[in-house]
């Protein structure tokens, strides 16, 4: 599946005592790109700043991924407004996947 345009909903976390950016998070479903499944969340953990997903195909389908992304090919820019992805998902290996590309926020 490849995924372009501006659909989906960025959220960048803010420090609440400087309001500096601290925490990248990107929420899209097949509203927003059609063969997606029924959702797709990446969130960069504040504590850790490490990056966890959770991509649900369907309902009751077995092709589920969440975890945290550890095994590299993952980097959130220093700015917490943009996340490049060259990695394999984790969670599910009867399932494997790789993903590759850019999320951008404003």
């Known amino acids: 599946m490849t995924a372009k345009g501006s659909a989906g909903a ?7 005592s400087t309001g500096a950016p601290i925490g990248f998070n990107f929420t899209a479903t097949e509203a927003d790109y059609p063969g997606l499944g029924q959702s797709l969340n990446f969130s960069e953990d504040i504590g850790s700043h ?5 991509w649900l195909i369907a309902q009751g389908n077995s092709n589920v991924w969440f975890g945290y992304m550890t ?3 993952v980097t ?4 917490h407004h943009s996340l490049t992805l060259d990695a394999d998902l984790p969670k599910n290996p ?3 996947e790789h993903v590759k590309g850019t999320i951008a926020c404003p």
Not at 76 to 79: A, C, Q, T, V
């Open 10 to 16: 960025c959220s960048i976390g803010k420090d609440i």
């Open 50 to 54: 490490k990056l966890t997903m959770k």
């Open 71 to 73: 095994s590299g090919g």
């Open 76 to 79: 959130i820019s220093p700015d």
């Open 94 to 96: 009867d399932h494997p």
